[in-house]
């Protein structure tokens, strides 16, 4: 995790209930290896490519980041596939933390086993309370996510069991760190 | 304490005598499953991280399938394929079923027990969502990401937490037109995709014990669509007889205890089944499919490991033997043994690749993952408009086959069959 303080400010950008990895990062893109650098990027770049249009772009014309860096979704976040290019995909467009309802199993640990990015849980339904582009502020510490557009708190679940695995910055670090395998 | 078929197997890879839902532990795995998809990016954490000389924990326990982008011209797919080369040779790995050799298999969840690397009792960790679909041999398996199967790579340990479990009992007379894939669409219609999220999907009943091992993989190969860590089913005498055919590799049967806690129960009669369809863009968007024979279909899709399976195109053939196909009909067997069997099994004296050729389906591609997940341009099956498909894979998410226009039905190979018969979605029941 990059912010040592736990806090996160950003625009939001606001999705449905059941976002599945191929709306994250469609399958023609697993071409890509997410450890190589160029292609780290490269995947950042088509992040929510499989989204509807619908939804405005999340990646401007010509830009490889988004102005984006937490969203704010419903229900089942990240189902489908275990395919971790999903999490990277989102780090690499820019994108430090995601506040659902609720995550599917395999996205949630791939979040916390990499360490990439925070999965937030909302104790509410948020996505009516954050409109498309607000900006908000996340303290993970304090469990709460304010909504610095319209000045209103709202408190997040807490991190649980995962939260030392998150603080270490992943599961080798938090393994490492408990002596279950020796430091680099 | 009583304990469930997942728990126990759970606390004998941790060394432990009992465990608990939602307890952290470390288990030890027996396989880690990979594919050309995770592998390239899971070899290179373990490197990151244990060192570019660092050895697996185990050589004849890291298994790699290549599967996903096989014949393609894609030339980063390729690169995918020889960087798994290149580590199989530097580590000595034992299992590598390499393309373009006689080694070369198909997807991975049909190759992997079909080579006998699935035993009941054990576990098993893959880099793809649909590992669960060992649970089928009384296995604790379930899908991981690259870095946890990095972990993996290195130290043969996992830290995972104790699913829950949801027991699913099937009873009643199972109907011959009712598959494996007609049950997890119902169960998935009624729980929804996060129906069991995070839990052990758990299925019995005598009409899981009517079903053979195969048609029972289908089930389990799904539990990953309701959310859950992972599908089993006890092992009986089938699962023995078919285990015992793939492998001389000692195993031992663990089963539950029968008055085990379980979060929830779910009981049905599936002689009231009906055979149906997943409709766009959820799994879960169960309707029979008597009740769809309004839509119209542009494409029929039989593969995956799902529905690729010998079993599969059996059922398909029975119901294509002597007619004609309407609609654009495509064949990919799962693996090169199902790609085989079609020329060798034979109804009424005529072989599957006959009854499909004589049907009008295309020519029957190459064993591969093809069109189940979209993939590179030149990917056989892939849609690019506006494709209305009936399919026997396992996800109809928008944009899976491909093209974000072509919505997607899931269906049994009977239902697909007799739907590519009509051209609409069709009720095999008129067909068989
Ligand atoms: S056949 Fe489809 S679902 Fe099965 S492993 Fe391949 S891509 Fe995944």
């Keep these: 995790m990059d912010d040592s303080k736990g806090i996160i400010t950003g625009t939001v950008y606001v999705l449905d209930n059941n976002i599945d990895t191929d709306l994250i990062i469609p399958a023609c893109y697993l071409n890509l290896v997410p450890t190589i650098p160029e292609e780290y990027r490269k995947l950042g770049s088509y992040a929510l490519s499989g989204l509807p249009s619908s939804y405005p772009r999340f990646i401007k014309e010509g830009q490889s980041v988004s102005e984006y860096s937490i969203i704010v979704a419903g229900k089942n976040f990240g189902c489908g596939s275990s395919r971790e290019h999903a999490v990277t995909a989102l780090a690499a467009a820019g994108i430090k933390a995601v506040i659902a309802e609720s995550y599917a199993r395999i996205f949630f640990r791939n979040a916390v086993a990499t360490g990439e990015l925070y999965p937030m849980e909302s104790e509410q339904v948020l996505v009516d309370s954050f409109k498309m582009g607000m900006q908000a502020e996340i303290n993970v510490s304090a469990g709460t996510v304010t909504n610095l557009s319209e000045n209103s708190v709202f408190k997040l679940k807490p991190l649980g069991a995962v939260g030392p695995v998150v603080e270490a910055g992943g599961i080798f670090g938090y393994a490492r760190s408990t002596g279950m395998i020796r430091k680099k | ?432």
């Design chain 2, 1 to 432: 304490m009583t304990q469930t078929i997942t728990e126990k197997i759970l606390a004998k890879a941790a060394g432990k005598d009992e465990v608990r839902p939602n307890e952290n532990i470390w288990v030890m795995a027996n396989i880690l499953l990979t594919h050309d998809v995770c592998g390239p990016g899971t070899i290179e954490v373990f490197k990151r991280e244990f060192g570019a000389d660092a050895k697996v924990w185990d050589h004849e326990k890291v298994i790699i399938i290549p599967d996903h982008y096989i014949f393609t011209k894609d030339e980063k797919a390729q690169r995918n394929v020889n960087s798994l080369r290149t580590f199989v040779k530097e580590q000595g790995l034992k299992w590598f079923y390499d393309p373009g050799t006689p080694q070369y298999k198909g997807v991975c969840h049909v190759a992997l027990p079909q080579e006998g690397h699935v035993r009941p009792g054990e576990v098993i960790f893959g880099t793809d969502s649909h590992t669960c679909t060992h649970g089928a041999l009384g296995a604790f398996a379930t899908g991981i990401g690259n870095t946890d199967a990095g972990f993996v790579m290195g130290t043969g340990k996992l830290l995972i937490k104790v699913p829950q479990t949801l027991r699913f009992n099937l009873n009643g007379k199972l109907p011959d037109y009712i598959t494996g894939k007609d049950i997890i669409l119902r169960i998935i219609g009624d729980i929804g995709v996060d129906g069991a999220n995070y839990c052990a999907m758990e299925f019995c009943g005598e009409a899981i014990q009517q079903l053979s091992v195969e048609e029972r993989m289908t089930i389990c190969n799904m539990a990953i669509e309701a959310g859950g860590k992972n599908g089993i089913i006890e092992p009986d005498n089938k699962t023995i007889e078919y285990v015992k055919s793939k492998t001389q590799k000692p195993f031992s049967v663990i089963t539950g205890d029968s008055n085990a806690k379980v979060a929830r129960e779910y009981n049905y009669d599936v002689s009231s089944f009906l055979p149906c369809v997943a409709e766009p863009h959820l799994p879960s968007k169960y309707a029979t499919a008597g009740s769809r024979q309004d839509i119209k279909l542009d494409r029929a899709y039989i593969g995956s490991c799902t529905g690729g399976k010998i079993s599969d195109f059996i059922m398909a053939a029975k119901i294509l033997n002597g007619r004609k196909v309407r609609i654009d009909t495509f064949l990919v067997p799962a693996t090169v043994e199902v790609e085989n069997g079609l020329k060798t099994e034979k109804i009424g004296g005529k072989s599957l690749v006959d009854i499909f050729a004589d049907a009008g389906c295309f020519e029957i591609a190459p064993p591969s993952c093809a069109a189940c997940l979209g993939g590179p341009i030149d990917t056989f099956g892939r849609t690019s408009g506006k494709e209305v498909v009936i399919s026997t894979t396992n996800r109809n998410f928008v944009g899976r086959m491909g093209s974000k226009d072509a919505p997607i039905y899931l269906a049994s190979p009977l239902t697909a069959a007799a739907s590519a018969i009509e051209g609409k979605i069709t009720d095999p029941r008129k067909y068989m």
